[in-house]
């Protein structure tokens, strides 16, 4: 061998061994800004992750930020490669479905261990700078090439119809990983076929009609100027994350002092807890107001739908997304999260409840109960797109992705 050759050899070696301990890398920010969010994770915790020390890992990523912008950028290019290869698929249903087994793949290797997770992108509009904004380019393109599964758009209706669908479909992608590991690996299959009979038929029965009635549901807090602040906390808190909305930016965004906030609430966490609670009693009222109504299951849980709608996209909204609980201390997580299984749970109640007077379709109850939660907590990201509409129909639209399902266009004649 030459001493070309040598050098070469050397060299890819050398690459080879870089690129290794960068993914390494990559893959531990990935985890820690799952738990902790990014403006969360350290450096010291990440190098603590892969064995190395702080200056290591800054040999490969000068700052934090950029180490941030890495993962969420891999996460990206993650979802464009799914989306390509549902795209190859012939029918919209078909694609759908590729995507969502693609996906169900993809967590049964990381329960096993095959692979590592990717970041979920809750704190990319945190991110600052240019940096951002070809973030948010690249998410423009994977939620167009989402919207793309279903065909051309035959309408504005239609545009905004497949939207809606779009966005339902890449939440519950995302909100896999929060409840899928409840069930064993060999029961994956079973929970894929299931969502995707959501997916395909919804949850109403044929014949079904979409006449909800909007509940009163408006939150009664007893300390004047308190429902200002948390409105304003839990929008703030949904655009940037956690860590992303400080008590500066909230206390600016009402104009207030930030000893103001202190006399609202003692700490930042205390803040996140009561906008919490705040959104789940919201939810929880929806579902009593709609059982006190009476009348078939059906009614009643296209009721809560559509309440919760209304509230995601008024200005009275929105409700608190679950990305903020990484934030949150552990003890105070899992409080907020047993509650919002309890919420889940209710969901599965009524469904089950329709089932057996037949107004609603034989699903299985769980599964579908997470489909209506991931759909319901990332309404507030269409607040604009629901702008452009009356609000009766663009809760229709949103609203029908699990009532009918994704692939039938009867809503457009609401």
Known sequence: MSGADAAAGAA?????????????????????????????????????????????????????????????????????????????????????????????????????????????????????????????????KVFRSTRQLWGEEKSREHKDLLGARAHVL???????????????????????????????????????????????????????GRESFLVAATRLINELGYRGASVQKIAS????????????????????IECYKRSFDTITEAQREADAGGGTHWQRLSSMIATLLDVQFSEHGPLLRTTALSGLPPRARQVMIDRSNRIARRFAGTISDGIAEQSIRPVDPLIASQALMAAQNAAFDLRKWASTMPRERAIAYYGSTIAFGMFDDRILDF
């Open 12 to 140: 890819e070696k050398g690459t080879k061994r870089f690129q290794a301990k960068r993914d390494s890398i990559l893959a531990a920010a990935a985890d820690a800004i799952n738990e902790q969010s990014a403006k969360g994770m350290t450096f010291a915790d990440v190098a603590r992750r892969v064995g190395l020390n702080t200056t290591s890992v800054t040999y490969y990523f000068k700052r934090k930020e950029d180490l941030a912008a890495a993962c969420f950028d891999y996460t990206l290019n993650y979802l464009q490669a799914m989306l390509d290869e549902a795209m190859e698929e012939p029918t919209p249903e078909a694609r759908v479905d590729k995507l969502l087994s693609i996906n169900i793949a993809r967590l049964a290797r990381i329960e096993r261990g095959d692979e590592t997770a990717y970041a979920v992108l809750s704190d990319l509009r945190a991110m600052e700078g240019e940096v951002k904004i070809e973030l948010l380019r690249k998410w423009q």
């Open 170 to 224: 890449l939440e519950n992608i995302f909100w896999l990983a929060a409840w899928l590991d409840r069930y064993s690996l060999d029961q994956y299959d079973r929970v894929e076929a299931r969502l995707m009979e959501v997916f395909r038929y919804g949850v109403a029965v044929d014949g079904a009609r979409w006449q909800p009635r909007l509940l009163d549901v408006a939150y009664k807090e007893p300390e004047p």
């Open 253 to 272: 965004e009402l104009n207030v002092t930030k000893g103001s906030f202190y006399h609202h609430l003692d700490a930042k966490d205390d803040l996140v």
